[in-house]
């Protein structure tokens, strides 16, 4: 192949054979061809999007395995002539699908952002004006690799952004991602890698693995980021994505990758039957857990009810301490401090963890920042009820019962942990 240190479009042009009315590649004496995979929006249940890849086929028509192409060592030269053409013909192919509106999702190499433009000459820009693509059609996925300086990565990202595209983060959770480069590049969406598919195996078995899932989508989402989770192949993993909040799915259940861009196969079209079944579960789980909770609730009010006549917390707590769930009882004041000693129950006393003695006096502490307390005070004589969440009191997962009140000696909250 010959080398050149100017891959601009012109010389890429010379490598693309058009097969009316589609477009392939000549990479030595490989033919790329485009596929496109589907990439759904869960609340709209349609295609939103489709991700470009390549596939390859020897000169006698056999397919050949992309290793082939990426897995190799190649000279920086070789690697931008190959992204460049990819993105060439995978431009020309997808204008001619017919989704005016939907979203194209384009790799770009590590080495691009490393020596790209600078090295080699501009060539997106002009990619786009040849095409007659709008730029905000376009998804930039971007390869985490610590290869790439952080200044060149944000210097590509702005660049992105300036011609008015989309930014993807791929592959978050891999080996090298972390949350520092989403809040530095501000990307509009991070892709979650197929590491989390273990995540996904586990959270069939174990519900707090779902709620870590659900945790770092939230995060996710709070740095501003919408979030796609890839590599969905069955149903459970679909409806534990569907649990997770997440905004997109990618993935053979959903789609995959096909090459006949005349003929696209059918849309996937069982959301309808995914959403109904997930809704089933909601309102089962949520019916469970109130009727878990109903008996402390009865508990709970009659403790209340004492402390307003005057009873000591000991005497007013007794049966919700006697119970089998509740881990531990204490005041609070509207200040968020807490009122004297937490009273605990004779069997977590008994299995208390020694390596977290240091949190067992809570005597003064300042609770304030708990979500159920502000509620509570925000919402007076009306019982507050957490989803589970960690207790710093034990390191135990916990569900908190509050209220405020006024009682002889003013206004407090009280609070009582069920163990969950």
């Known amino acids: 192949m010959k080398q050149t240190l100017t891959l601009d479009l012109n010389y890429i042009r010379q490598w693309a054979e058009y097969r009316a009315p589609f477009m392939t590649g000549k990479f030595n004496t490989l033919n790329l061809m485009t596929a496109l995979q589907p990439i759904y929006s869960l609340a709209h249940k349609r295609v939103v999007g489709h991700e470009a890849l390549v596939r390859i086929q020897d000169q006698g028509g056999v397919p050949v395995s992309p290793a082939i192409l990426f897995d190799q060592e190649r000279s920086a030269t070789e690697v931008i002539h190959l992204d460049r053409l990819c993105r060439f013909i995978h431009l020309h192919n997808y204008r001619l699908i017919n989704t005016?509106?939907?979203?194209?999702?384009?790799?770009?190499?590590?080495?691009?952002?490393s020596s790209g433009r600078k090295a080699?000459?501009?060539?997106?820009?002009?990619?786009?004006?040849?095409?007659?693509?709008?730029?905000?059609?376009?998804?930039?996925?971007?390869?985490?690799?610590?290869?790439?300086?952080?200044?060149?990565?944000?210097?590509?990202?702005?660049?992105?952004?300036?011609?008015?595209?989309?930014?993807?983060?791929?592959?978050?959770?891999?080996?090298?991602s972390n949350f520092d480069r989403i809040w530095s590049l501000q990307p509009d969406i991070v892709k979650l890698d197929r590491s989390f598919?273990?995540?996904?195996?586990?959270?069939?078995?174990?519900?707090?693995?779902?709620?870590?899932?659900?945790?770092?989508?939230?995060?996710?989402?709070?740095?501003?980021?919408?979030?796609?989770?890839?590599?969905?192949?069955?149903?459970?993993?679909?409806?534990?994505?569907?649990?997770?909040?997440?905004?997109?799915?990618?993935?053979?259940?959903?789609?995959?990758?096909?090459?006949?861009?005349?003929?696209?196969?059918?849309?996937?079209?069982?959301?309808?039957?995914?959403l109904a079944d997930f809704k089933s579960e909601s309102h089962s789980s949520?019916?469970?857990?109130?009727?878990?909770?109903?008996?402390?609730?009865?508990?709970?009010?009659?403790?209340?009810?004492?402390?307003?006549?005057?009873?000591?917390?000991?005497?007013?707590?007794?049966?919700?301490?006697?119970?089998?769930?509740?881990?531990?009882?204490?005041?609070?004041?509207?200040?968020?401090?807490?009122?004297?000693?937490?009273?605990?129950?004779?069997?977590?006393?008994?299995?208390?963890?020694?390596?977290?003695?240091?949190?067992?006096?809570?005597?003064?502490?300042?609770?304030?920042?708990?979500?159920?307390?502000?509620?509570a005070i925000y919402h007076p004589d009306q019982i507050q009820v957490t989803r589970p969440y960690l207790s710093i009191a034990g390191a135990h997962m916990c569900v908190t019962l509050s209220m405020k009140f006024t009682c002889p000696d003013g206004d407090c909250i009280l609070c009582c942990d069920l163990k969950f």
């Open 100 to 113: 005016p509106i939907n979203w194209l999702f384009l790799n770009v190499s590590p080495v691009t952002i």
């Open 197 to 274: 598919l273990s995540f996904l195996v586990q959270a069939d078995r174990n519900p707090e693995i779902r709620q870590i899932l659900s945790g770092i989508v939230t995060l996710l989402h709070q740095a501003g980021a919408l979030v796609l989770m890839e590599g969905v192949e069955t149903r459970d993993q679909a409806m534990i994505a569907i649990e997770s909040d997440v905004d997109f799915v990618q993935g053979f259940f959903f789609g995959r990758p096909f090459t006949n861009l005349k003929q696209p196969p059918p849309a996937f079209n069982g959301f309808n039957g995914l």
């Open 286 to 375: 949520e019916k469970k857990f109130r009727q878990r909770i109903r008996t402390y609730r009865t508990l709970f009010e009659r403790a209340v009810s004492m402390f307003k006549a005057g009873s000591a917390m000991d005497t007013a707590c007794r049966d919700l301490l006697s119970t089998i769930d509740v881990v531990r009882c204490y005041c609070i004041d509207t200040e968020g401090i807490q009122i004297g000693q937490t009273l605990v129950t004779a069997k977590y006393d008994a299995m208390r963890d020694k390596r977290f003695k240091p949190l067992e006096d809570a005597k003064s502490a300042d609770w304030f920042r708990r979500h159920y307390l502000r509620r």
């Open 120 to 176: 080699y000459g501009a060539y997106f820009n002009e990619l786009l004006k040849f095409h007659d693509f709008p730029p905000h059609r376009i998804v930039i996925e971007i390869v985490e690799n610590p290869i790439v300086e952080n200044g060149l990565l944000m210097e590509t990202v702005a660049f992105f952004k300036e011609l008015g595209c989309l930014i993807a983060i791929d592959d978050f959770g891999a080996g090298h």
